[in-house]
């Protein structure tokens, strides 16, 4: 009852200010007392764009502020509602963090979201008044009420093989090298890498590629009989029921991870002896099983678990090998996911270090660091011919493979990870300790001391890095800066919005500026700044290495081409010279 009375309090203010009509409204808002944030506070966040960084991946999500999902239920957003409270002063409200920071009455990485004197603001402070006057014990009550009053869980996403898990499980299941899913359209990254379920959508495309694939492999594993030994037994008649019956249940635990369902091995038995008895041919049929399950949605996703979670200890199994060797569970694995091993965490700890210390998982972990570190891009980074000379496909695979090894080093060497970032050594081929200006190591990819002062540490130094965040004439800070805080800090920085001009102010020779001086002039420009802000910043800092990451003082710019207004002849572009300000921040 107090609550509510107090709500009333709270949501007069806003009715006050909202205007006349709004009578009606204050009624109904009191009958179901916290729809009133749902209805009126969440609106005015929403339009402020907060969640744009107060999002679990978003540059504040290190913040105690963190907005529910565009499409949250209303109980939810009264969760978010309530939860505020965390950044809410009770004893003096508008000293409240969430008043000063979105109004930049103190420094808000977000800037000035909501203007002082407003009906937003004051929307704003009526909410902070009642979330003041609440007691810990009011909102602990509340909070359960909410929780014990959610409906069902939302549906948790499948994820499918990855491309690379795909090849990995067809190598093992049916000894086949070729590599299938190199052919099939290329994986969307998403938060970083290529094994997220909402990035994992299957357009037909793909699934035409399966159904394509799986021909092809069932085909090539039986075209010269079963010489990879598929079939355990010797059939004796096309249509051999007890070597069909060791068969389907055998394999099919291989190929979907999970002892088959009754109704599953029905299925391919039926299937079988169809087409074994047609063509008077025992492998006809073991083919076309095969190439079913390769078809199978519990081949091609992860539903080891089994229908209704009942194989909880194939899916444990699972995950250990997909993840610590991008693979299929061996016949080990199986074994103990059948005998109950996996009952205990020590059970699995024991298993997980068994498979760290195999050559798949440094295979698997050299994968994942291609991914987090996006191998890709920087393989296929370009550079203007006359400005980089020998800029070749080679150097970038040895600037690859110079992450790589520092990764190696630090993991399976069990050294401490924030050497990542700070290490004061590397390992360079020759021609990667040319770009660095350093003496080769004896061996390529031998270990090199950085000299004492240098500036180059860690990954950050690295030439991958320092050139897939280049473009093809000039150094990116945005682009660095996003890199940071995307792939290290693990926060997603939202795109710019529709309709901005990102063009920056053109250099002449009149007016020559580097490429901090020209972004500086957007980050001043508060549309711009919010965003910005938090990104370039970081990318200043690294502005003492060129886009293919050589040490550089200053940095040449190139001036557009002028004509000459009295002769209207063309005069050569120029380069000037200009000095470097490397000093960086992150906010
Ligand atoms: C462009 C990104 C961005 C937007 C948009 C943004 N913020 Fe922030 N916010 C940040 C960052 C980064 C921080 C952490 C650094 C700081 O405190 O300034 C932060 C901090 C805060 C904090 C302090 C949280 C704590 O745990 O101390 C509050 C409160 C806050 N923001 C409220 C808001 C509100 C309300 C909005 C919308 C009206 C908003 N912010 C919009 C980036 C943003
Ligand atoms: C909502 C956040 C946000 C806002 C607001 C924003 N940007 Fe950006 N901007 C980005 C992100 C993220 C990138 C990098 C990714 C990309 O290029 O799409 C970027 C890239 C750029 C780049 C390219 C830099 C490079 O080296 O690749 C320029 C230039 C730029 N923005 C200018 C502007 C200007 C000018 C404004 C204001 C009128 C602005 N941006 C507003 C987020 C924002």
Redesign the pocket.
């Known amino acids: 009852m107090r609550r509510s009375v107090e709500l009333l309090g709270a949501l007069l203010l806003v009715v006050a200010l909202a205007g006349a009509q709004t009578a009606q409204r204050a009624n109904s808002a009191t009958a179901s007392d916290d729809r009133f944030f749902v209805d009126k506070i969440y609106p005015v ?1 929403e339009a ?3 969640r ?3 999002n679990d991946n ?3 999500s ?4 963190h907005f529910p999902p565009p499409d949250a239920k209303p109980d939810a957003i009264r969760a978010f509602g309530l939860a505020l409270s ?2 809410v002063d009770r004893n003096n409200p508008d000293a409240s ?2 008043l000063r ?2 109004t930049a009455r103190v ?5 000035e ?2 203007k002082k004197g407003t009906g937003e603001e004051a929307a ?1 402070q009526s909410w902070i008044a009642y979330l003041a006057k609440l007691t810990p014990a009011d909102l602990n009550a509340a909070l359960s009420r909410l929780k014990s009053d959610r409906g069902p869980a939302a549906t948790t996403l499948v994820r499918r093989l990855t491309h690379s898990q795909y090849n990995n499980t067809v190598r093992d299941l049916l000894g086949d090298f070729t590599r299938p899913a190199d052919q099939f359209p290329q994986e969307d990254y998403l938060h970083g890498f290529t094994n997220q379920a909402e990035g994992q959508s299957i357009p037909p495309i793909l699934a035409e590629a399966y159904t394509v694939a799986s021909e092809k492999l069932a085909a090539t594993a039986f075209r010269h009989g079963d010489t990879q030994g598929l079939v355990p037994c010797k059939a004796s008649s096309p249509s051999d029921a007890a070597c069909r019956d060791r068969f389907i249940p055998e394999f099919g635990l291989k190929a979907v991870r999970r002892p088959l369902t009754p109704l599953e091995t029905s299925g391919y038995t039926t299937l079988f002896t169809q087409t074994a008895t047609q063509k008077k041919d025992f492998l006809a049929g073991i083919q076309l099983v095969v190439e079913a399950m390769l078809q199978s949605p519990s081949f091609l996703f992860h539903l080891e678990d089994g229908p209704n979670g009942a194989s909880r200890q194939y899916g444990i199994a699972s995950r250990l090998s997909y993840f610590l060797w991008d693979t299929m569970p061996d016949a080990e694995l199986l074994r103990a996911a059948a005998a109950g091993e996996f009952e205990t965490a020590a059970n699995i700890r024991k298993f997980a270090l068994r498979m760290m210390d195999t050559p798949q998982s440094r295979r698997a972990f050299e994968g994942f660091v291609g991914q987090w570190t996006r191998f890709d891009r920087v393989l296929g980074s370009v550079r203007n011919a006359r400005q980089y000379t020998d800029f070749n496909p080679s150097l970038l695979a040895s600037m690859t493979a110079e992450t790589k090894h520092l990764l190696n080093h630090l993991v399976w060497g069990y050294k401490n990870f924030i050497e990542m970032f700070s290490a004061d050594y590397t390992f360079l081929s020759a021609r990667l300790a040319q770009l660095y200006g350093l003496d080769a190591p004896p061996e390529d990819f031998g270990v090199v001391k950085y000299p004492a002062g240098s500036t180059r540490a860690g990954i950050l130094g690295h030439a991958g890095f320092l050139t897939l965040t280049g473009n093809p004439t000039e150094t990116s800070p945005t682009a660095r800066g996003l890199y940071v805080r995307e792939n290290f800090l693990c926060q997603e920085v ?1 795109p710019p919005p529709p309709g901005v001009d990102p063009t920056l102010p053109a250099v002449s020779a009149e007016k020559p500026m580097t490429t901090r001086e020209r972004l500086g002039a957007h980050v001043g420009n508060r549309n711009c700044s ?2 910005h802000n ?1 990104i370039d910043p970081i990318g200043f800092g690294l502005e003492g290495f060129d886009n293919v990451g050589r040490f550089r003082e200053k940095v040449t710019i190139r001036t557009a081409q002028l004509r000459d207004a009295v002769t209207n002849a063309q005069t050569a572009s120029r380069y000037i010279d200009l000095p470097l300000d490397t000093k960086g921040y992150i ?1």
């Open positions: 966040l402020a764009e907060c744009m960084c107060h978003g540059v504040a290190a913040t105690r502020v965390a950044v963090l969430l920071k979105p420094a808000h990485g977000g800037g979201r909501i704003l939202p919010s965003c938090l906010q």
